[in-house]
């Protein structure tokens, strides 16, 4: 038992969990998020965004029937980043003023203990945490190496030119927010859909860039220990288009890094 479990927390964090397609997947996670609860965090509820799966991901839901777990369903796939604005519109809204919100994949390489390192780290001063893969400690099994590529390139892409304190990982979808900061970006930008205008997974970068410009915004990683070996489907990241999504996003923030990227 990993010894971050010594210790119970009583923080109430709201864990989004954006899927397609992940009947396979879900089972051996939400199995990993009810043990975590059990052991660490009691106060840990999922809110998993059923992004029109064709599969019986909402069934999985349904069948755990436990109050810990919501399930929101799209009428059809519309893709990760509106998955997201659904998952953080609500998040949010449930949210008590002191409240947490975390996210990760829903194709079981993430794992829901290291919410523990994530909250110790966040409770060190921070409004946002990522698990990171470029962090002393982190552990990767099973990662094509196509994907590792992409991963170093944004690393050393938004690093070198957007850099942020405190973040190295740009890309992971594996974090723990205050509600707090969230709320203060969706007042700042008006709606869900001006905040998150990207339609890819970059919308994953585009958050933590405009996260970075709220005043007094601090970021702070982990080292995670991602699990490539245990996903039971085949990517869903088109790595091209997201190369070039990447690019595009990297240069709107560049040129005008003042400015809300929505209005560019």
Request: charged content about 20%; aromatic content about 6%; proline content about 6%.
């Given at each position: 038992?990993?010894?971050?479990?010594?210790?119970?927390?009583?923080?109430?964090?709201?864990?989004?969990?954006?899927?397609?397609?992940?009947?396979?997947?879900?089972?051996?996670?939400?199995?990993?998020?009810?043990?975590?609860?059990?052991?660490?965090?009691?106060n840990?509820?999922?809110?998993?965004?059923?992004?029109?799966?064709?599969?019986?991901?909402?069934?999985?839901?349904?069948?755990?029937?436990?109050?810990?777990?919501?399930?929101?369903?799209?009428?059809?796939?519309?893709?990760?980043?509106?998955?997201?604005?659904t998952?953080?519109?609500?998040?949010?809204?449930?949210?008590?003023?002191?409240?947490?919100?975390?996210?990760?994949?829903?194709?079981?390489?993430?794992?829901?203990?290291?919410?523990?390192?994530?909250?110790?780290k966040?409770?060190?001063?921070?409004?946002?945490?990522?698990?990171?893969?470029?962090?002393?400690?982190?552990?990767?099994?099973?990662?094509?190496?196509?994907?590792?590529?992409?991963?170093?390139?944004?690393?050393?892409?938004?690093?070198?030119?957007?850099?942020?304190?405190?973040?190295?990982?740009?890309?992971?979808?594996?974090?723990?927010y205050?509600?707090?900061?969230?709320?203060?970006?969706?007042?700042?930008?008006?709606?869900?859909?001006?905040?998150?205008?990207e339609?890819?997974?970059?919308?994953?970068?585009?958050?933590?860039?405009?996260?970075?410009?709220?005043?007094?915004?601090?970021?702070?990683?982990?080292?995670?220990?991602?699990?490539?070996?245990?996903?039971?489907?085949?990517?869903?990241?088109?790595?091209?288009?997201?190369?070039?999504?990447?690019?595009?996003?990297?240069?709107?923030?560049?040129?005008?890094?003042?400015?809300?990227?929505?209005?560019?």
């Open positions: 038992m990993p010894s971050c479990y010594k210790l119970m927390r009583n923080e109430k964090i709201i864990l989004i969990l954006p899927a397609y397609n992940e009947e396979e997947a879900l089972p051996p996670l939400l199995q990993a998020v009810a043990e975590t609860r059990q052991n660490a965090l009691p840990l509820t999922v809110t998993v965004i059923d992004d029109g799966s064709q599969d019986n991901t909402a069934q999985v839901v349904r069948d755990l029937n436990q109050d810990w777990c919501k399930l929101i369903q799209h009428p059809k796939n519309m893709g990760l980043a509106q998955a997201m604005r998952g953080i519109a609500h998040a949010v809204a449930a949210s008590p003023e002191d409240g947490l919100i975390a996210a990760m994949d829903a194709d079981n390489s993430h794992q829901p203990h290291e919410l523990s390192l994530m909250l110790e966040l409770n060190a001063g921070y409004d946002v945490v990522i698990a990171s893969r470029f962090q002393p400690g982190a552990r990767m099994a099973g990662i094509p190496p196509h994907r590792q590529l992409f991963s170093i390139g944004v690393s050393v892409l938004f690093q070198t030119f957007t850099p942020i304190k405190g973040v190295k990982d740009f890309s992971c979808g594996y974090r723990l205050r509600a707090g900061i969230l709320r203060r970006a969706l007042n700042d930008w008006g709606s869900i859909d001006n905040f998150v205008t339609q890819g997974f970059s919308c994953m970068t585009e958050i933590i860039l405009k996260l970075s410009q709220l005043p007094n915004a601090k970021f702070g990683e982990t080292p995670m220990d991602l699990r490539y070996d245990r996903k039971p489907t085949a990517t869903k990241m088109k790595v091209w288009q997201n190369i070039q999504d990447m690019w595009r996003l990297m240069w709107r923030h560049r040129l005008s890094p003042q400015k809300k990227i929505s209005d560019q």
